[in-house]
């Protein structure tokens, strides 16, 4: 489980974005301000940091920005991956974020699954997420896009074939209906219907060699959507 460092001064974006990151299996530490923040990082060093830019005055006159606890946290040696989030779209301030060592930069308003798929992408890229799993005899390699099983070729996966088995495994035993899939794999496409996340379904589970009336790996949740039960071992 990453744990997430969130620093955001308005109270209503907190909530949903914290609700959001706990929901995705991240551990929230959040903040409002600066010291704060830091006081956080310091009791529970983070995996990642999502930090708003532009904060207001804290309780204690501090007027340190998303940009100013970066610098913070690098001095302190903290090495994870930086997400600045924005309502600044020049480029200047964007140089400024990458010069500190920022990963990434959303600007607001952002849509949720975008903020999270851009956080677990910097994870990733960090080495901070793992991506090849042994279920059984069944080997799944994400960073290859491969999955090899007994008795059988090795199974190349397509992109969204990836990105929706990579999305199952992170959150295998949970129920993750079909709106959900299609919110997190193919964002907000208006040509993608609930069917599409059915096709790629049945395509992931021919890969797997699984058979979906007695299934392994992939389990129908009738009316719902789908739930990965295979364990690791
Ligand atoms: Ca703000």
């Known amino acids: 489980m990453a744990r997430l460092l969130y620093v955001e001064d308005e109270e209503e974006i907190l909530r949903t974005v914290k609700k959001l990151f706990i929901r995705e299996g991240f551990d929230v530490y959040a903040a409002r301000s600066a010291p704060e923040a830091l006081e956080l990082a310091e009791r529970h060093p983070p995996d990642v940091a999502v930090l708003d830019v532009m904060l207001q005055e804290g309780p204690d006159g501090s007027t340190q920005t998303g940009y100013d606890i970066c610098k913070a946290l690098r001095d302190r040696k903290f090495r994870g991956p930086v997400i600045f989030l924005t309502a600044r779209t020049s ?69 969204r074939e990836q990105e929706l088995l990579r999305y199952l495994i992170e959150h295998r035993g949970q129920v993750l209906p079909r709106d959900q899939l299609l919110t997190a794999i193919w964002q907000y496409n208006p040509n993608v219907t609930t069917r599409t996340v059915d096709t790629h379904i049945l395509n992931v589970r021919k890969k797997l060699g699984d058979d979906a009336q007695r299934p392994r790996f992939i389990e129908t949740m009738h009316g719902v959507g789908y739930r990965f039960i295979a364990d690791e071992g």
């Open 91 to 159: 480029e200047q301030d964007k140089l400024i974020g990458f010069e500190l060592g920022a990963d990434d930069y959303v600007t607001k308003p952002f849509s949720m699954p975008e903020l999270v798929a851009r956080v677990r992408a910097a994870l990733r890229r960090a080495g901070g997420a793992r991506a090849r799993y042994k279920f059984g005899d069944v080997e799944v390699d994400l960073d290859n896009y491969i999955i090899r099983a007994p008795g059988v070729e090795e199974e190349r996966l397509s992109n």
